[in-house]
């Protein structure tokens, strides 16, 4: 079956510009989640979704980043007023349910702000 | 676990060689780890899981080791191969509070196979 689609896979973004990233999850799987990876680093939190509400949006960095699922299975993260600071990869992850369960992971968006 | 940065561990075996990639995690109330492989340029690849009620499972030629006294995580790789190059991280989810339904990721480790 398919798994977990992301695109583009590639954007270069001028400082300033807002910028769309979308995530297509696992067909079924309710829960979906953002993580950013930086060069070197394990992936860190953003924000996951149960159905179409943001469960936890703990992990975005600032007001500038926010994610919507309005229909519980594509979602898209949403950057407003880049920074270079907010080069990395973006990457998307599904699971059945929230909670104890494997996430599965797209192949990410390489975000880079010029 | 702590990031470095760009100055990951690594391991480097040889074809056929059994290799060991060790974890250190942060968070005593984890209830759920799992190993991800990540190719270059890639997505996080799940290789195999284990809960916290048990101290060993074994998949296709892996096995994760959990030692909750020291929080420790291993992955045995058996019959290393080229293919199995690539970045490994352990992950840990908690069962409660602010810690639940999300992945924390440990710090990677490089794994270079040699034919």
């Known amino acids: 079956g398919a798994g977990v689609s992301q695109t583009p896979s590639n954007k270069v973004t001028e400082k300033g510009k807002y910028v769309e990233l979308r995530c297509d999850p696992i067909s079924g799987h309710t829960a979906l989640y953002w993580y950013r990876q930086s060069l070197g680093q394990g992936p860190e939190f953003l924000i996951y979704?149960?159905?179409?509400?943001?469960?936890?949006d703990s992990g975005l960095p600032n007001d500038r980043f926010f994610a919507v699922r309005p229909e519980g299975s594509v979602s898209t993260l949403k950057i407003q007023r880049t920074e270079r600071g907010d080069s990395a990869v973006y990457l998307c992850?599904?699971?059945?349910?929230?909670?104890?369960?494997?996430?599965?992971f797209g192949p990410g968006t390489r975000l880079l702000v010029l | 676990g702590e990031s470095v940065g760009l100055h990951l561990p690594t391991l480097s075996v040889q074809e056929g060689d059994n290799s060991i990639i060790n974890c250190a995690y942060s968070n005593s109330a984890s209830d759920y780890f799992i190993w991800y492989k990540q190719e270059s340029g890639k997505g996080p690849q799940f290789i195999i899981d284990i809960r916290s009620n048990m101290d060993k499972r074994q998949g296709q030629r892996v096995t994760v080791l959990l030692n909750k006294t020291v929080k420790h995580l291993s992955l045995q790789i058996a019959a290393t191969q080229p293919g199995d190059s690539a970045v490994y991280f352990c992950a840990e989810i908690g069962a409660g509070g602010t810690s639940y339904g999300k992945l924390t990721f440990g710090q990677g480790t490089i794994l270079t196979v040699h034919p």
């Open positions: 992850a599904s699971s059945p349910t929230p909670g104890l369960q494997t996430q599965y």
């Open positions: 979704f149960q159905g179409t509400g943001a469960a936890d």
